[in-house]
């Protein structure tokens, strides 16, 4: 792209990216004018709906025109590429300044919160709803009699009140990023209006005024918070505050709608009580500062740690190497490779705990920020998933969506002739698979095509690290759902799912790691991870990752649920459905499947803990894994992926 001339500008270099679009600097080939291009991504320039919510995003932010929004000066497809040039920036997102200071003086921040509710205020006037509020998305730049004049940005997911034509999301689909979403985002509410606007800004000023968020921890916990949390005063975190500004946030963030600020224009009013400044009225020439973006903060790779010295304690049961005496006997050679071995395991387990430990932090602040790569449910399946759920859709109207894409169209006919769901009759049409197997387990194949793929990761290190991934998902949601029997009170077809789902969050973890390596192996000449390390980094990870990917591609809330809580048994629940998929594991482990030799001792005690949670027996277990390996075999066989280098094109957005 560098180079390239992109509607009369050329592309001078990469400012930052997201899910939807990067961003480049460019240059007027004519006048020389600098602006910033953000092109859609090519992975989703064919999905119709990308391409008009992007499309979309300029005609909103043109339509609005506020000076504290940046403006758009041109959109259009150029190149093969569609495009939206906005005006230069210089100076740092709010996200960028809380990293550097943890949180800021009351004063700065009402005067940002006035003109964020100014420029929102505007938006709302328009009928336009942002939807994406967050520090990252507030650019604070300088004006000689004005510093710290605030833009807000990214209007790419802002929802059209009232339209009636323009891109929609699907009824229920969460759109925004977790840490700052409204309770009715979270409820997926297509109704929501500008309160929930008003709700973001107040976490927004929340974080500023006292450096951390009012609920914390995985996107599981930060949703959950929202619906049912209660947050704590700010005063309660910072002492210092007034009184006032307290008030005002603590409205902004009321769980009902009827409860918070009804406009921004009414929060405005009362931030202007409080001190808060209106912003500037510049002319249309003097908006427009002719800078620079600043690019985004570079997340350095974990550095290599070195091997553990006298001030790091030693593992359980590790034996401490004395220092030789002038009179020691020396060891055996075989004794020193012992202890050396020894050595090198403890290394590789600080290691491991100092990098996972830096990769969560990575990973939890990509997440809150919604910039993490996850894989995407292919568009088809996202149409078909949500006719499924239309009481008034009809098989004919699925089998006519399905036969859009030739693979997932002959997966379905395969799948509906397999043992598994066929009759005596062969299925030759999509129409007569669909029928014969049923919406509701429609869905859960769909769901499982495209998990299938994201397994099967286009990078070779990936693969040959997991391989044989597959099979012990397969084998843990098999079993999962067939110790159901013996478990009341438990959906099988969550289970299988949660089963089938537990590990899909590792191919994008450790893509994320290989991402981090790669950059480092351009400046040293070795990779700063070990194969082990790497392993044990992943394994640290991964549940988070996998609970969020469950909930974007809309399996049930219990489904991700389980994915997160999977490493440990809740003893307060009993039987589970989390519970149900640890024991499976444990089992599918103790079976040989899995794409690691089992630690006897621990999978052991996983399988007999497991049992007394469930309150299963032995027998039962027992006749539950009875020819698991076998039954697997046949699922792999039925549900096989195309020939190698068959067409995989509907999940080419997918990790690796």
């Known amino acids: ?7 009369n500008y050329r592309i001078v270099s990469q400012l930052g990216a997201g899910g939807l679009g990067t961003v480049f600097l460019g240059e007027h080939t004519i006048i020389g004018r600098k602006a910033a291009l953000k092109v859609l991504n090519a992975a989703v320039s064919h999905d119709e709906g990308m391409v008009q919510r992007f499309i979309a995003e300029a005609r909103a932010v043109n339509t609005i025109r506020h000076p504290n929004i940046v403006d758009v000066t041109d959109y259009g497809q150029s190149n093969g590429s569609f495009v939206i040039v906005m005006e230069l920036l210089e100076g740092e997102t709010v996200g960028q300044r809380l990293e550097k200071v943890d949180r800021l003086e009351e004063h700065h921040v009402i005067s940002m919160l006035t003109q964020a509710a100014s420029a929102l205020g505007a938006a709302h006037e328009r009928g336009i709803v942002h939807r994406d509020l967050k520090p990252e998305n507030l650019f604070l730049t300088s004006y000689p009699d004005y510093p710290d004049f605030l833009k807000v940005l990214d209007f790419g997911i802002a929802k059209l009140l009232g339209a009636s034509a323009g891109p929609k999301t699907t009824p229920g689909m969460i759109i925004g990023t977790p840490a700052y979403m409204s309770p009715e985002q979270v409820m997926g509410d297509e109704g929501l209006d500008a309160r929930s606007d008003v ?25 959950q918070g929202h619906l049912n949390g209660t947050v704590t005063p700010l005063r309660a975190h910072v002492p210092s505050l007034s009184e006032a500004i307290e008030v005002v946030v603590m409205k902004c963030l009321a769980r009902q709608p009827d409860a918070r600020f009804q406009s921004m224009k009414e929060l405005r009013r009362e931030l202007f009580t409080l001190g808060g400044r209106a912003p500037v009225a510049f002319s249309a020439e003097e908006a427009k500062p002719v800078v620079k973006v600043a690019p985004q903060a570079v997340i350095e790779p974990p550095k290599p740690v070195q091997a553990p010295t006298a001030s790091i304690p030693p593992p359980a049961g590790a034996v401490p190497a004395a220092a030789p005496s002038a009179t020691a006997k020396l060891p055996a050679k075989e004794d020193t490779r012992v202890f050396q071995t020894m050595r090198e395991e403890q290394a590789e387990r600080v ?10 932090d990575i990973i939890t602040k990509r997440l809150q920020a919604d910039t993490l790569k996850l894989p995407a449910l292919p568009e088809v399946a996202v149409k078909c998933l949500e006719l499924a759920h239309d009481p008034e859709s009809s098989f004919g109207e699925v089998a006519r969506l399905i036969e859009r894409d030739p693979f997932i169209a002959s997966r379905v006919v395969r799948l509906s002739n397999s043992p598994v769901y066929g009759g005596l009759a062969r299925i030759s049409s999509v129409d007569g698979a669909v029928s014969r197997i049923g919406m509701k387990t429609l869905t859960t194949v769909l769901q499982e095509l495209a998990a299938e793929q994201v397994f099967a990761s286009k990078d070779a290190t990936i693969r040959n690290a997991f391989r044989g991934i597959w099979e012990h998902c397969l084998g843990v949601a098999t079993l999962a759902r067939d110790l159901c029997q013996h478990v009341s009170g438990i959906d099988p077809n969550a289970a299988y799912l949660a089963g089938l789902f537990h590990d899909i969050g590792k191919p994008v973890v450790a893509a994320l790691l290989l991402e981090v390596e790669r950059g480092t192996s351009q400046k040293s000449a070795s990779a700063f991870l070990s194969g082990g390390v790497w392993r044990r980094v992943v394994e640290e990870c991964h549940r988070e990752v996998g609970a969020i990917i469950a909930y974007r591609w809309y399996l049930p809330q219990e489904v991700a649920q389980a994915i997160a809580q999977l490493d440990t048994y809740d003893l307060k629940r009993g039987r589970s459905t989390a519970n149900v998929v640890r024991l499976s594991n444990g089992l599918c482990q103790r079976e040989g499947l899995d794409v690691k030799a089992p630690d ?21 277990v027992e006749l539950s894994v009875k020819g698991l390996a076998h039954r697997v075999q046949s699922l792999t066989q039925e549900k096989s992926t195309e020939p190698e280098g068959g067409s995989t094109r509907v999940f080419e957005r997918s990790v690796g």
């Open 600 to 620: 006897v001792e621990t999978v052991t005690r996983v399988i007999l803990q497991g049992r007394q949670v469930l309150r299963v027996s032995e027998e039962q």
């Open 199 to 223: 709700y973001s800004l107040g976490l927004v000023a929340y974080r500023m005024l006292t450096g951390r968020l009012p609920f914390e921890g995985n996107v599981m916990q930060l949703m």
């Open 351 to 360: 290691q491991a705990i100092a990098v996972a430990s830096r990769m969560k």
């Open 1 to 7: 792209m560098i180079g390239s001339t992109l509607l």
